[in-house]
């Protein structure tokens, strides 16, 4: 009488507010969610495995797939490449399952001009002071970098307004139930659903 | 840094459905939800208090409260009336708190007219048959009545492209969860907030 559509989920947000240990506890306790594998030109770490992790390519392999328009979004990040791939997408959502996507505000915008009807969630730290503890109590940067990226967070948080929710990232276990939640009301939505009603009755 | 604003949550469905039992079983799983306090016309049973369980008024009364356009919706049911008063919802939303009406087709309509912003939720028998079951099982009605019921069970449910969500009464606990969901995602959208980010930084 219903069935369920695919649905693409992304989850974004500024640098260093926690997106991937909220992502990471996700799929923990949502084994059903499905993990959206990116191509790397980057070398693989040791335990990495191809197709799991990432997908590894050369530089030149990756320039190919942006020429094919094989991305639904890529960036260079520290002198590497990373990119989402198209067909990976395409074929969870043609399984109609639920994809989840962990990528930066650009990724996301990119992501967006193609999936319209995505559900875009935007994780902010519960506060700027938070975030600039997060990211000294990291201790691998100077101070100067860690003042240039609070400036570009508070900055980026302007993009909170082409987010469908937004998700402050206080307790983990808080934050990822509420990704949950996300996901199963965006699962109920009649927008995402088909229905046959007739020659039911009885 | 975020604040939520109050939220209007619409629970409807064909009658039979069991959208009462699945809204009794999401109050007593969740305290902080308040809960509509219907205006009737009809006699208080044993043990029902004024204010808690409806307002009672007299017909002329409910008349008057019609025509001073105090009812976000109301209706006429086996002789008595019914109706959602106005000053009770708003006064929950100005207190930011988020209020459920459990309510019929009809109604739902007349709220949305009023609030498009709600949160409005259809619940839907797995299939007909189940529905034809329930409303047999219950012993009270003779078969046309139940067929006459069906038949109109079936036209209600065209009315599902007006609601938001669509949740399948099959099991009580599944269905209470996806409620449970849609309430929670639906704080977090973006639209039902409001932010203040500037002066926030370190």
Chains 1, 2 share one sequence.
């Not at 970098?145 to 609070?150: A, D, P, Q, S, W």
């Not at 948080?157 to 965006?186: C, G, H, P, T």
């Not at 927008?191 to 009603?197: I, L, T």
Request: hydrophobic share 35%.
């Amino acid at each position: 009488m219903i069935s369920n559509e695919g649905m693409l989920v992304v989850v974004s947000g500024p640098a260093g507010v926690g997106k991937g240990t909220l992502c990471r506890a996700l799929f923990a306790a949502w084994p059903g969610l499905e993990y959206s594998v990116s191509v790397t030109t980057r070398n693989p770490r040791p335990g990495e495995t191809e197709g799991k992790e990432y997908y590894f390519r050369t530089r030149e392999e990756f320039m190919e797939m942006i020429k094919n328009n094989e991305f639904l979004e890529w960036a260079e990040f520290c002198g590497n490449y990373y990119g989402t791939p198209r067909f990976h997408v395409e074929s969870v959502l043609a399984r109609k399952k639920t994809i989840l996507l962990e990528i930066d505000i650009q990724g996301a915008k990119q992501v967006k001009a193609k999936y319209p009807d995505g559900v875009f969630i935007f994780i902010v730290p519960p506060s700027l002071a938070t975030l600039s503890q997060r990211l000294r109590s990291r201790g691998t940067e100077p101070e100067d970098v860690i003042e240039r990226r609070l400036a570009t967070a508070l900055k980026e948080l302007e993009n909170i307004y082409d987010y469908d929710y937004v998700v402050e990232n206080d307790e983990v276990d808080v934050a990822v139930e509420k990704l949950k939640s996300i996901i199963i009301a965006e699962k109920c939505r009649v927008k995402r659903k088909s229905f046959s009603f007739k020659g039911e009755i009885k």
